[in-house]
């Protein structure tokens, strides 16, 4: 398996829709989007549309103490996407700002629908620790599994996976909005930190594509 970026981004515009840059993913990859969504009293959970797929949320956790932002993780598959932006849709209520990851990955389990056949479990945590831990269940072949996450941090502060099954991590830091419009104001100095994790499945060998190592 193999990742591909397709875009990350940011608005600290306040909206209740955010756009990302156009993407093209590719034919029966697993695309995987993480979102953040920042309102005061808590945002809502929001949806996706685009690219002529349909997107299924895998996962959503606001952070620890006052609950001021949300990270959601989807999951989209076709056999045929199209390129242009993916949209990000709170039904109307106002965020104060967004921010966005999307990636894919070639070589994955294509049964199912829209990805559910590779995305084989997903768990949550949130906390104000200097680790977090989002236990998974066992897997049923650790070594065709790539576990991926994505941790959203209170401040700007490098992350590591822990040991264990090859892994993917994906972060946003909340820090300094003003001065880095790509990062996002999402807690107080306290670190506070949400993260949704999952194992995804590899093609079964006698239909597995070529692909490149994982990066």
Do not use: H
Not at 23 to 28: L, M, R, V, Y
Not at 141 to 146: E, K, T
Not at 161 to 173: M, P
């Amino acid at each position: 398996m193999a990742r591909y970026s397709l875009t990350a981004g940011s608005n600290v515009t306040a909206s209740s829709s955010f756009a990302t840059a156009t993407i093209t993913p590719g034919a029966g990859r697993l695309v995987l989007a993480f979102v953040l969504g920042q309102k005061v009293g808590g945002p809502g959970t929001p949806t996706a549309s685009g690219n002529s797929l349909t997107w299924q949320q895998v996962a959503s956790v606001t952070n620890a103490g006052p609950g001021n932002s949300r990270v959601t993780c989807f999951r989209a598959m076709g056999p045929a996407p199209s390129a242009g932006p993916l949209t990000f849709d709170f039904a109307g209520q106002q965020q104060q700002a967004c921010a966005w990851s999307v990636f894919e990955y070639d070589n994955i389990d294509g049964s199912g629908t829209n990805g559910s056949g590779a995305v084989a479990q997903q768990q949550t945590a949130s906390g104000s620790s200097t680790t977090l831990a989002a236990m998974l269940g066992p897997l049923a072949d650790a070594a065709a599994s790539l576990v991926v996450g994505g941790v959203v941090l209170g401040t700007d502060e490098a992350v590591s996976a822990g040991a264990g099954s090859r892994r993917s991590i994906c972060s946003r830091s909340g820090r300094a909005a003003s001065a880095a419009p790509s990062r996002l104001r999402i807690a107080p100095a306290a670190a506070r930190r949400s993260t949704g994790a999952g194992p995804l499945r590899r093609m079964p060998a006698r239909s597995r594509s070529r692909s490149r190592p994982l990066p």
